[in-house]
């Protein structure tokens, strides 16, 4: 089956709204909006996590991995993905997820307030993202952690 990212953004964001659950885009694809010349792997979406049932049971048959409390450095989240007409996208309990922060050798809240998220248009929507800023002290959190270039290249790009 055919990627179509396009698609399956279209689809879960028309479904979130319907349910008028909050939500903003996150990880990778937003370092994409925000100007990271990666390639687009996955859809990352986080949600409250009061919501997180809802929109399980909502998408079930589209659900090919999770839901699991992902609990290992540099993440405490719980996470499932979907895969809809080959795209894969990742819905995270953003307000309650954590990261380890190896400088303060300490487990700290991720950013989650929905309501300071930023406007942004793709793919003919107008979506909400995660604030650059917030997006940055992420990246840079897993930058620490993993040696594949793909966060440097975003870390690099948001700083542009």
Do not use: C
Request: avoid cysteine.
């Amino acid at each position: 089956m055919a990627k179509s990212t396009k698609e399956a953004l279209h689809w879960i964001v028309n479904l979130l709204r319907k349910h008028k659950i909050p939500f903003y885009i996150s990880g990778g694809f937003a370092a994409h909006i925000y100007g990271s010349p990666r390639p687009i792997n996955d859809i990352d979406i986080d949600i409250p996590e009061k919501h997180f049932q809802n929109v399980l049971q909502t998408t079930r048959k589209y659900v090919t991995w999770g839901p699991e409390k992902h609990l290992h450095r540099p993440w405490d989240v719980h996470v499932f993905t979907l895969t809809y007409k080959g795209q894969e996208i990742d819905i995270s309990s953003g307000d309650t997820m954590r990261f380890y922060d190896k400088k303060k050798k300490r487990w700290t809240l991720g950013p989650s307030n929905f309501s300071t998220a930023a406007r942004k248009k793709v793919f003919d929507i107008i979506v909400p993202v995660i604030p650059k800023k917030d997006l940055l002290t992420y990246k840079l959190l897993l930058e620490s952690y993993s040696s594949k270039p793909h966060q440097k290249i975003d870390v690099d790009a948001l700083y542009s």
